[in-house]
């Protein structure tokens, strides 16, 4: 399997070594729900890790599956809901292999694609389609970690870099409708990166 396994991310959590976690849900999470712009509905997390977002949603009102191949996110995420006080389903598997009982009517995604090799993208964004009722939402916070390596070719992660150019080609038209930009930035507390966050309407 391309680019990093579940030793990988199980270390991290072992070691607490998770730059990427703000320690709090995603600012444009709680954005999201004070504009209404996500409404209370069966909504997923793909990649869920310590789950900030998993908590705030079923807070919310939210019907959520949290969904993470390490076990360290697993057990981070059910503490997490615990202290809360809310439930939210638990998977442990792999994205590329899920599938909802019936279609979604959202998915909340911020740290799974950029986390998966780009060699699996295609593959995950196809499930990303199939997990949607149509008319369904995908809220999206598009990781900006563009590095020198770049300019050789090299592909460098995780996180990977979401160029626009290559979501545009995962997510086309013809499936998605798309908002039209400027897109929404927020910054991320990692190296300065910043995230693009937009919401597509699967067709």
Request: hydrophobic share 40%.
């Amino acid at each position: 399997m391309s680019g990093p396994d579940i030793a990988f991310w199980q270390q991290r959590f072992d070691t607490g070594e998770i730059p990427w976690d703000r320690g709090e849900a995603s600012p444009r999470l709680l954005a999201w729900l004070a504009d209404q712009t996500l409404r209370p509905g069966r909504i997923a997390v793909p990649g869920c890790g310590s789950g900030h977002e998993v908590a705030v949603l079923a807070q919310a009102g939210f019907d959520v599956t949290a969904i993470d191949y390490t076990p360290g996110a697993i057990a981070a995420t059910q503490e997490r809901l615990s202290k809360a006080g809310v439930n939210a389903r638990l998977v442990q598997t792999d994205v590329l292999d899920w599938q909802p009982a019936s279609p979604l009517d959202a998915i909340y995604e911020q740290t799974c694609l950029c986390a998966l090799h780009p060699d699996q993208w295609v593959g995950y964004a196809a499930q990303l389609h199939r997990w949607l009722r149509p008319g369904g939402q995908l809220a999206l916070l598009a990781m900006q970690a563009p590095r020198e390596g770049a300019r050789e070719g090299r592909i460098e992660g995780p996180p990977y870099h979401v160029d626009i150019h290559a979501l545009r080609a995962l997510l086309p038209s013809q499936d998605w409708d798309w908002p039209r930009p400027p897109f929404g930035t927020e910054v991320h507390p990692a190296h300065g990166w910043f995230e693009l966050a937009l919401v597509l309407y699967r067709r």
